[in-house]
């Protein structure tokens, strides 16, 4: 199983970015899919996640700027981010999970390798 971050980068304040994770998932549709973020001396948290139903979390920090969706016809997971602030700034991470609760690093059964996504002042 191979999880595939992408679309990271460096932008400034305000800017946007989408994050997309290419799943090798044969019942990818089954999967609640979550986006995780590590900054620098910090430990990894959730950021957003969508079931395989299609419901959606986020976090309080990014609720009303980022935006999870998935396509299940190409086992992919976006994460749109809009209005990028530079604690925004980590490695995110995306990860599968057959667990219901999907906020919980524990619950994911499967990671990416993480892109890494730069936000300046």
């Known amino acids: 199983v191979q999880l595939q971050a992408s679309g990271g980068g460096l932008v400034q304040a305000g800017d946007s970015l989408r994050l997309s994770c290419a799943a090798s998932?044969?019942?990818?549709?089954?999967?609640?899919m979550g986006w995780f973020r590590q900054a620098p001396g910090k430990e990894r948290e959730f950021v957003a996640a969508?079931?395989?139903?299609?419901?959606?979390y986020y976090t309080d920090t990014v609720k009303g700027r980022f935006t999870i969706s998935r396509d299940n016809a190409k086992n992919t997971v976006y994460l749109q981010m809009n209005s990028l602030k530079p604690e925004d700034t980590a490695v995110y991470y995306c990860?599968?999970?057959?667990?219901?609760?999907?906020?919980?690093?524990?619950?994911?059964?499967?990671w990416g390798q993480g892109t890494l996504v730069t936000v300046s002042s």
């Open positions: 990860a599968a999970s057959r667990h219901p609760n999907i906020r919980l690093i524990r619950e994911y059964n499967y």
């Open positions: 998932l044969r019942t990818f549709s089954s999967y609640n």
């Open positions: 969508i079931s395989w139903g299609g419901m959606t």
